[in-house]
């Protein structure tokens, strides 16, 4: 399986069907927990290097976004980086 239907298969493990409250107070029929994805380690591995291979073809320098959600992200881009040899900032 390539990490991008690997991925697909951890995502879809994480979907709560049905009627679900969500933290705004509004209700979804469906929600998915992305966190059980990014805070597992074959999870985070497979998001992180996915992420970096596309974004790496901008010539970044640092990488980031709102704190809780983005950490295990920022952290797990910053490694895929650094094992190609690339120094990014990460930021949150």
Same mark, same amino acid.
């Given at each position: 399986?390539?990490?991008?239907?690997?991925?697909?298969?951890?995502?879809?493990? %994480?979907?709560?069907?049905?009627?679900?409250?969500?933290?705004?107070?509004?209700?979804?029929?469906?929600?998915?927990?992305?966190?059980?994805? %990014?805070?597992?380690?074959? +999870?985070?591995?497979? %998001?992180?290097?996915?992420?970096?291979?596309?974004?790496?073809?901008?010539?970044?320098?640092?990488?980031?976004?709102?704190?809780?959600?983005?950490?295990?992200?920022?952290?797990?881009?910053?490694?895929?980086?650094?094992?190609? +040899?690339?120094?990014?900032? +990460?930021?949150?």
């Amino acid at each position: 399986m390539d990490p991008r239907e690997e991925l697909m298969q951890l995502v879809k493990s %994480t979907v709560a069907e049905g009627t679900v409250t969500l933290a705004s107070g509004a209700t979804s029929d469906f929600y998915i927990d992305g966190r059980q994805t %990014t805070l597992d380690s074959r +999870g985070l591995h497979l %998001t992180a290097n996915l992420m970096w291979q596309r974004i790496k073809e901008w010539n970044v320098t640092a990488v980031g976004g709102p704190t809780m959600g983005a950490d295990p992200i920022v952290g797990g881009i910053l490694m895929a980086a650094a094992a190609e +040899g690339v120094h990014l900032k +990460g930021f949150l």
